[in-house]
């Protein structure tokens, strides 16, 4: 069998017992720590009573017939980040199981797309998402299908998460993805990300230190945010509760 199983937003606190109890009783246990920042990876061995195996975003993305191989046989947990089907990635991975007659099962838990709406923005209101790449992860390009993303929703009104790039290195900071977007709008110059346009920074959801933050680029651009991971989101139409909510933050 292969397990597909959340580690949720923060560190080892925010396992579920599920996901604990699927981890020790597994046969083989991996993880990976590339989609997101997780804080819990040293006292994981503890509470599961085994170590993880890492797993590199080639490993993963390349080798997944590997591990669809290994669970033919063997009872084999990924441990991921969040939920475990908010990346695209992870999905593959489990397609590629049920193609070989693998039996799959998926245990939930928070990610950054549910915990968005402690911003009091509605979920319901949020089109597609992306992530701001690093320049050197585009060879230096300006990421023209984020500015599409945030294009095609604001036309229809909606929110847009933006995701910050992440690397074994460093965290993208809110900060380094405005002045992404500000050069893709001056090159553009469709008016879809300025220094007039409202945001709201949402940093380190799910610890007792989270923050967030409402007010234009301008007013924000130069804040420091403090310690990541964090996520950032363009609004679309506000409805009257949201906008009365993001003016008491």
Same mark, same amino acid.
């Given at each position: 069998?292969?397990?597909?199983?959340?580690?949720?937003?923060?560190?080892?606190?925010?396992?579920?017992?599920?996901?604990?109890?699927?981890?020790?009783?597994?046969?083989?246990?991996?993880?990976?720590?590339?989609?997101?920042?997780?804080?819990?990876?040293?006292?994981?061995?503890?509470?599961?009573?085994?170590?993880?195996?890492?797993?590199?975003?080639?490993?993963?993305?390349?080798?997944?017939?590997?591990?669809?191989?290994?669970?033919?046989?063997?009872?084999?947990i990924v441990l991921v980040p969040g939920d475990p089907?908010?990346?695209?990635?992870?999905?593959?991975?489990?397609?590629?199981?049920?193609?070989?007659?693998?039996?799959?099962?998926?245990?939930?838990?928070?990610?950054?797309?549910?915990?968005?709406?402690?911003?009091?923005?509605?979920?319901?209101?949020?089109?597609?998402?992306?992530?701001?790449?690093?320049?050197?992860?585009?060879?230096?390009?300006?990421?023209?299908?984020?500015?599409?993303?945030?294009?095609?929703?604001r036309a229809a009104g909606l929110h847009t998460l933006?995701?910050?790039?992440?690397?074994?290195?460093? /965290?993208?900071?809110?900060?380094?993805?405005?002045?992404?977007?500000?050069?893709?709008?001056?090159?553009?110059?469709?008016?879809?990300?300025?220094?007039?346009?409202?945001?709201?920074?949402? /940093?380190?959801?799910?610890?007792?230190?989270?923050?967030?933050a409402y007010g234009k680029v301008s007013e924000l651009?130069?804040?420091?945010?403090?310690?990541?991971?964090?996520?950032?989101?363009?609004?679309?139409?506000?409805?009257?509760?949201?906008?009365?909510?993001?003016?008491?933050?």
């Open positions: 069998m292969l397990i597909l199983a959340g580690l949720g937003l923060r560190d080892e606190r925010d396992l579920t017992l599920r996901g604990i109890e699927a981890a020790k009783a597994a046969d083989k246990v991996y993880i990976e720590l590339y989609t997101g920042k997780w804080h819990g990876t040293e006292k994981l061995k503890d509470i599961i009573g085994k170590t993880p195996v890492e797993l590199k975003r080639e490993e993963l993305e390349q080798d997944a017939d590997k591990i669809v191989d290994e669970a033919k046989e063997k009872d084999v089907l908010v990346a695209t990635t992870h999905l593959a991975l489990i397609e590629a199981a049920k193609k070989s007659g693998v039996k799959t099962k998926i245990i939930h838990n928070s990610s950054i797309v549910s915990a968005i709406a402690e911003t009091g923005l509605h979920i319901y209101k949020f089109g597609a998402t992306a992530t701001v790449p690093f320049p050197e992860k585009t060879k230096g390009k300006l990421p023209e299908s984020v500015y599409e993303v945030l294009k095609l929703n933006l995701l910050l790039d992440i690397t074994p290195e460093k /965290c993208m900071t809110p900060n380094e993805a405005i002045r992404i977007l500000l050069e893709m709008e001056k090159k553009r110059k469709e008016n879809i990300f300025t220094s007039d346009t409202a945001i709201v920074v949402f /940093c380190r959801a799910g610890s007792d230190d989270s923050q967030i651009a130069g804040k420091d945010f403090g310690e990541p991971p964090m996520a950032m989101v363009v609004p679309g139409m506000l409805h009257f509760t949201e906008k009365e909510y993001l003016e008491k933050i």
